[in-house]
């Protein structure tokens, strides 16, 4: 069975930086697009940013400029760089994967970690 295990969420003060993190494990035969969504109070689930296996990205337009995704592909990790950090960033972030895994026989399917807690103080 996979799990994507997110850390790095916490409080920060407006301005500030956060590095999220999120490792995939289990029988992965391989992992497709990986990516960061949020949610915050009262809201829908949001995607933040999306990285493809070979690279390239994609960013909802509210970050553009201020977060960073990368992933290490020998990790079956994806991480988020956070940088000049908002109040209306505070959100639960929750880690994506498309992996295809032994549980699966092959197929590719979608997999979430629990979510790590992004607060952002004003």
């Known amino acids: 069975q996979v799990q994507l295990v997110e850390s790095g969420g916490g409080l920060v003060q407006a301005g500030g930086s956060l590095r999220l993190s999120c490792a995939a494990s289990g029988s992965i035969f391989s992992t497709n697009a990986m990516g960061w969504y949020r949610q915050a109070p009262g809201k829908q689930r949001e995607e933040v940013a999306i990285?493809?296996?070979?690279?390239?990205?994609n960013y909802a337009d509210s970050v553009k400029g201020r977060f960073t995704i990368s992933r290490d592909n020998a990790k079956n990790t994806v991480y988020l760089q956070m940088n000049s950090l908002k109040a209306e960033d505070t959100a639960v972030y929750y880690c994506?994967?498309?992996?295809?895994?032994?549980?699966?026989?092959?197929?590719?399917?979608?997999?979430w970690g629990n979510g790590t807690l992004v607060t952002v103080s004003s």
């Open positions: 990285i493809s296996s070979a690279g390239s990205t």
């Open positions: 994506y994967a498309d992996i295809a895994d032994a549980a699966s026989h092959g197929y590719v399917m979608a997999y």
